[in-house]
């Protein structure tokens, strides 16, 4: 039988729920246990495909082609969970399906209701995740903060299903943060008793408080806090602040959460660790022999979660290559201001990734220019690899002025440009080419290097393609298109010759890359840098 665990936030948002979940997961996993973890996202968007960067961060895409929230990208990267679009549930989704099902007349008789047809909603999505894969543990992140209204119906949810499946078959862990006040030298527990308090309203007593700390927690405070909290002393585990993200399954394993949540679930000890996770992951990091100066030449660099998947899949590059690399986040729009040279001549490898919209365009462009004519590593994702191919078209080719349709509906060179059948296409949600798809490597060329293998598959959120009708014309200067999905004929990866490292993808590798396992175009990127650094 399937067993659950709730995650649910108190006091402030941002206490990095969506890590504790996956490193949940990580620790779960390490004890041999198949896991999956879930999403539930309170907004009213049925998915956030349709969100700025700036309300949402990073849309993460997964295998099968949904939009999904970022805490997707840490569930896969820290364990081998199978995610789909089932692992992301949001309000929207929930009641766009029980609005269909009432016209149907599924509910016939009945006024439908947020108790017990939304409820039963949510309930059976979560329910559906554990059947379809044979889990053992699943992981259910509730997003928002305990007291919101909009989480409600989702914690109402949990409430029933915890009295369903009854004592050992499912626990909440409760997420909360117990403030250092400075002046007073003290660390303060009230908010979490609020925080509890607010739970217990709705009828959910947390089995385990995470409590998310600057200081270690004194035997005096976890007693003030069990006593408050209703939970037992050893079930006040401290998530003690930590420089990398990846450590923090390791603090939470320290202070025996692994041990506790079985215990509580009624499973029998395992002994597994991490050891490999530490050995390969955790301490490279800590110890790297070298470091690089990578620039993201972006629009939405002043946010910290716009290019979370690229931010982590270079530091995984760095990982493979025992470097730290060090991020230089340059806004494309400076670069047209200031010009390349200034932010970009001390670093080692640019990097330009996915984006939307005209604004920044240029100065992606003049950033990409100056890394291939000084033959710096130049590494293009989706957007970055359109604007490699406008680059190259203008300065190479002779194309003036040539362009995406996306940014210039009349140029004359329309080297990016959309298929007939993405032109009828009016709705905007979830209608891109999206998701997983194949993709032949030609061979010596440096995709297939990274790759050592032909057949591969990427996935893919755009709208645009590169156009086949310049393709002679470019490839005749230098260009190589080294990944094409052949179905359509469409160019997935072009490369540049007498250049020591310029690849760009139509695709977005950053989507399939982890911390032990380093994304193979990521790893030579780096190591590319690094030669270039020497
Ligand atoms: N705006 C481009 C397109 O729709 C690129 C999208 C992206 O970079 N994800 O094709």
């Known amino acids: 039988m399937t067993k659950y665990i709730f995650i649910t936030g108190g006091v402030v948002s941002s206490l990095g729920k969506g890590i504790a979940s996956a490193s949940i997961g990580k620790l779960l996993e390490s004890k041999g ?51 789909s679009r089932d692992n992301n549930i949001t309000t929207g989704k929930i009641y766009e399906s029980v609005i269909k099902k009432e016209r149907k007349g599924k509910y016939l008789g009945s006024t439908v209701q947020v108790i017990p047809h939304i409820t039963d909603e949510i309930k059976y999505s979560i329910k559906h995740v554990a059947a379809l894969r044979n889990i053992d543990v699943v992981i259910v992140e509730i997003g928002g903060t305990v007291g919101d209204i909009e989480s409600l119906p989702f914690l109402e949810s949990i409430r029933q299903l915890k009295q369903e499946l009854g004592t050992g078959n499912a626990i909440d862990i409760h997420l909360t943060l117990i403030p250092y006040i400075k002046s007073a030298d003290e660390i303060k527990t009230k908010p979490t008793q609020h925080s509890v308090g607010k739970l217990r309203e709705i009828g959910i007593q947390p089995d385990i408080l995470l409590c998310r700390t600057e200081k270690k927690l004194t035997h005096d405070v976890r007693e003030k806090i069990s006593l408050f909290c209703n939970v037992g002393p050893e079930a006040v585990i401290a998530a003690v602040d930590v420089a990398n993200i990846y450590e ?35 301490n490279v990091v800590k110890n790297p022999e070298r470091s690089v100066k990578i620039a993201v030449v972006g629009k939405y660099i002043a946010l910290q979660d716009a290019y979370k998947s690229i931010y982590e899949a270079l530091m995984h590059g760095g990982i493979a290559n025992k470097a730290k690399v060090e991020i230089v986040k340059v806004d494309s729009e400076d ?65 003036k002025d040539a362009n995406s349709t996306e940014f210039s509906k009349r140029t004359r060179y329309p080297v990016i440009s959309l298929l007939e059948e993405q032109k009828k296409i009016k709705d905007k949600g979830g209608t891109m080419r999206l998701g997983g798809y194949r993709c032949l490597v030609k061979k010596k060329t440096l995709a297939y290097a990274a790759y050592k293998k032909s057949d591969i598959s990427e996935r893919h959120r755009h709208r645009y393609e590169f156009n086949n009708k310049f393709k002679a014309a470019l490839s005749k200067k230098g260009m190589i298109f080294s990944g094409v999905f052949r179905a359509k004929n469409l160019v997935e990866m072009i490369e540049l010759k007498n250049h020591p490292w310029f690849v760009a993808v139509q695709f977005h590798p950053e989507f399939k890359s982890k911390p032990d396992n380093a994304h193979p175009l990521f790893r030579d990127f780096i190591k590319a840098a690094l030669k270039n650094s020497a």
């Open 33 to 83: 246990l198949k896991i999956s973890i879930i999403k539930c996202d309170p907004y009213i968007n049925v998915d956030p495909g349709t969100m700025n960067p700036y309300q949402h961060g990073e849309v993460y895409v997964t295998e099968d082609g949904a939009e999904t929230d970022l805490d997707l990208g840490h569930y896969e990267r820290f364990t081998n969970a199978v995610l």
């Open 335 to 399: 670069i047209l201001k200031q010009g390349a040279y200034t932010f970009l001549s001390n670093v080692d490898g640019v990097l330009v990734p996915g984006g939307f919209g005209t604004r920044g365009i240029e100065g992606k462009i003049q950033a990409i220019h100056f890394a291939r004519v000084n033959k710096m590593p130049y590494f293009g994702i989706c957007l970055g690899m359109q604007t490699a191919v406008i680059e190259f078209a203008r300065n190479s080719c002779g194309l």
């Open 248 to 282: 923090v399954p390791l603090t939470l394993q320290e202070d025996n959460l692994d041990a506790l949540i079985l215990r509580k679930l009624g499973i029998a000890y395992r002994e597994r660790d991490l050891k490999n996770w530490k050995a390969s992951v955790v």
